[in-house]
């Protein structure tokens, strides 16, 4: 592939294949020299303002075209792009946004009521975006922001090509913190291009495909997914949201070849009420990810699409997959049924290790420990937090920046396959969320009828896991169940609230006084194969 970094792909493209269809969205298309020529118009209006090499500049919305002319744009000129969780609290938003030092701020006009919530320190410019271009209304007021239509009016289409490293920052992501806050995971263009490289391959993505991008975008599973369809000059079909009802409508009517879903929308769409009628003919692969999938599920799905399925595994600090479970792995109920367990084999660069958490010693085959990875595609670093970067690292790295990095998740290799066993940390993930406890319990601490409280996760047939609090209630205070979980969505995204309560006389403790989780999940997880859904 003839691109070396990102700001490259539309100019590429653009020159290549200018009156290809880049992207469908809504009513909306546009081509390749359509799309380069809109970023390029996004990148003049962020000089105008004043961004410059490596600043940040921030992305809070559905599934959106501006997404895509935001990260490009900001290509052009070297700028990193920050996707922010529509689903977080305002004050979640606030803490990312503060944290990151973003410049300007791309918004979705629903989400003006969070902006309101928020106290801001370093944005200078709103952005404010509509669905399908409508215009905002009387609600952009504030002399900050203005209409995205409006902002790039004045500027002309002029790529200003200022140049990009292979070792620069190009989009930075945040995850859920062990401590309770959030931290910013710095992704280069070497790490998403390697990603994106080997990924086109493993996927089948080539320039006859049809893409279709449904994972939210402040996701890595959405945004890199999409990325990878541009890397490849393919069509991309942008969904707004999980309307299972339009991703079947799309498929049928824009030919989609590709797609990535996670198993909870894949168990959706499977069992969907007229999914026998769509035609699914061009279907290529689709690939599933972010929490593994119930054989019920994946066996549905393998006939109601009737294409190649390819499972994979990976974090946003590693941009994404690192191991790949492909077609011909997929046998329910013959000779390689097991390796539906599996998250599958290292891909392209990457090498594995299982690791004593304890003593730091590889462990032989079959052994469950803690999963390192060393590849291209591992992040640079957590953003202003060299202690967590360190800690991910524990060896450091050579001089080639390769070095291996902690993933927090226990598995075992066996015949060169790595099969996920549970979670070093205490991290739950449902529906391809990830949260950590820690978030939920400090929240709750913080409520007057509540002495101590564990958060755990416990077994969903349809999100994998979803989250429960065992709380002590003080003495002479009491507070209902609902009264709980609604001040969790007062201060939380919904989905790191509590779905469940129950309650105890006191919580087990070691000696050291640390919460056994281990004990407080026993009864939950039992009958359950392994510890991790």
């Not at 791309?106 to 989400?111: L, N, T, V």
């Not at 080539?206 to 490849?232: K, R, T, Y």
Request: glycine share 8%; aromatic share 8%; proline share 5%.
């Amino acid at each position: 592939m003839p691109i070396a970094t990102l700001d490259q792909v539309l100019r590429h493209y653009s020159r290549d294949s200018p009156d290809k269809i880049a992207l469908r969205a809504g009513k909306r298309t546009w081509t390749y020299a359509e799309l380069r020529g809109e970023s390029a118009r996004v990148a003049q209006a962020m000089l105008a303002e004043g961004v410059s090499l490596q600043d940040r500049v921030a992305f809070l919305d559905r599934n959106v075209p501006e997404f895509f002319t935001l990260f490009f744009g900001g290509g052009m000129i070297n700028a990193v792009t920050l996707a922010v969780n529509w689903r977080l609290a305002a004050p979640e938003m606030a803490y990312i946004l503060n944290h990151s030092k973003a410049r300007v701020l791309f918004i979705g006009a629903e989400f003006l009521g969070h902006l309101a919530e928020m106290n801001l320190e370093t944005v200078k410019r709103v952005v404010v975006l509509t669905q399908d271009g409508r215009a905002p209304g009387e609600e952009v007021a504030h002399d900050t922001q203005i209409a995205y239509e409006d902002w790039i009016a004045g500027h002309d289409a002029t790529d200003p090509e200022v140049g990009c490293r292979i070792d620069d920052v190009c989009y930075q992501l945040y995850t859920s913190g062990t401590t309770g806050l959030p931290k910013g995971v710095e992704l280069t263009q070497r790490n998403m291009m390697a990603a994106m490289d080997v990924g086109a391959r493993e996927w089948s993505i080539d320039a006859e495909s049809v893409n279709l991008i449904a994972m939210p975008l402040f996701h890595i599973a959405g945004s890199g997914w999409g990325i990878a369809g541009f890397c490849q000059g393919a069509e991309s079909v942008l969904v707004y949201e999980m309307d299972p009802a339009e991703i079947l409508r799309l498929i049928e009517t824009h030919g989609v070849t590709n797609s990535l879903f996670v198993p909870a929308v894949l168990q959706i769409l499977s069992s969907f009420p007229g999914v026998e009628e769509t035609d699914f003919s061009r279907l290529r692969k689709i690939v599933y990810g972010a929490s593994p999938i119930s054989e019920e599920v994946l066996v549905r799905s393998m006939k109601v699409f009737g294409c190649d399925f390819v499972q994979v595994y990976g974090l946003t600090e590693t941009t994404g997959a690192i191991t790949v479970l492909p077609p011909e792995d997929h046998d329910p109920g013959g000779d390689k049924a097991h390796l539906l367990r599996a998250a599958g084999r290292p891909w392209g660069d990457v090498e594995l290790r299982i690791v004593d958490a304890e003593t730091m010693k590889d462990l032989p085959g079959g052994e469950v420990g803690e999963i390192w990875c060393s590849t291209a595609q591992n992040m640079k670093g957590y953003w202003r937090n060299e202690d967590a970067t360190a800690e991910a690292f524990p060896q450091g790295r050579d001089e080639a920046g390769l070095g291996y990095f902690r993933t927090g998740d226990a598995g075992y290799i066996r015949d060169g396959y790595l099969f996920i066993h549970d979670r070093v940390k205490d991290m739950i993930v449902t529906g391809g969320e990830n949260v950590y406890p820690a978030e939920i319990e400090n929240v709750l601490m913080s409520h007057p009828a509540i002495a101590d409280v564990a958060v755990i996760g416990v077994p969903s047939e349809k999100w994998g896991e979803t989250v429960k609090a065992i709380v002590i209630d003080r003495a002479m205070v009491k507070a209902s169940d609902d009264d709980l979980i609604a001040y969790c969505r007062e201060r939380l995204a919904h989905f790191k609230c509590p779905t469940s309560i129950d309650r105890l006389d006191a919580l087990p403790r070691n000696p050291s006084g640390k919460i056994l989780k281990t004990e407080l999940r026993e009864p939950y997880w039992r009958d359950q194969a392994r510890r991790v859904n």
